[in-house]
């Protein structure tokens, strides 16, 4: 059963307009959301993420929504850069409700940005 | 500050061969973790170490073996390895419990190509 869903394989768009990378999860209990970017032969880094108690997080030219109704969250990337081109995962945990250290994360989602 | 160093970067095994893989960090985290990466299947969990002294299972452990050395340390053992190891290997680290939200952000490794024949 997974938890957290990135349901878009790929996803292409041209320099300097908006990516919005999608993310559902079906745990209720998850309360704190990460976006890690991945290059081709390097590990996975942090992008940004948001706890639970806000619906926004801005960093840069990044910033993620947060919607707890419809357990969905999305990453937007303006202006999308050629070196944003990776594969981007959504993952998830559960900070404040006995939870582990553990991070749930979905299958990832390859951004291409066209110069 | 190295972050989380793993070796060896690339192995090729034949099926039923043993390898340790190795990772280490110097962030004086408590946590650290193995994943595989697999296409279209994400990072999966194999094992994980909450703390110096503990391993649990994550969602793949089936035909691996950890051991937390101290708390730098976190190896991942392959007995006997077979075709479906096939795979990219992860180690990452955390602060974890009792550093606030930034605890559970998880930093990685460059990772290990490993191919079993």
């Known amino acids: 059963d997974q938890q957290v869903k990135q349901n878009s394989p790929s996803l292409s768009v041209q320099e300097g307009r908006i990516s919005i990378l999608n993310c559902d999860y079906t745990?209720?209990?998850?309360?704190?959301f990460l976006w890690y970017k991945k290059y081709p032969a390097e590990g996975p880094t942090f992008l940004i993420s948001?706890?639970?108690?806000?619906d926004k997080n801005e960093d840069g030219r990044f910033t993620v929504f947060l919607n707890k109704s419809a357990k969905h969250l999305s990453l937007h990337i303006v202006p999308s850069q050629p070196g944003d081109s990776a594969v981007y995962f959504c993952?998830?945990?559960?900070?404040?409700?006995?939870?582990?250290?553990?991070?749930?994360f979905g299958k990832g989602m390859k951004l291409t940005v066209n110069p | 500050n190295a972050g989380v160093t793993q070796t060896p970067k690339f192995q090729v095994l034949k099926t039923g061969q043993s390898m340790t893989l190795q990772c280490a960090q110097d962030?004086?985290?408590?946590?650290m973790y193995w994943y595989r990466q697999d296409p279209g299947m994400g990072l999966r969990l194999i094992y994980y170490?909450?703390?110096?002294?503990t391993t649990d299972k994550g969602e793949v452990p089936n035909g691996y073996n950890v051991s937390r050395l101290n708390k730098r340390e976190f190896s991942l053992r392959l007995e006997s390895a077979a075709p479906s190891q096939t795979s990219v290997y992860f180690c990452?680290?955390?602060?974890?419990w009792g550093s606030g939200l930034a605890g559970f952000e998880q930093f990685f490794g460059p990772g290990t190509r490993l191919t079993v024949l």
């Open positions: 745990n209720s209990m998850f309360d704190y």
């Open positions: 990452a680290s955390s602060a974890g």
């Open positions: 993952a998830a945990n559960s900070v404040t409700q006995g939870g582990s250290e553990k991070l749930v």
């Open positions: 170490s909450a703390s110096e002294g």
């Open positions: 948001i706890s639970s108690i806000k």
């Open positions: 962030m004086n985290h408590n946590s």
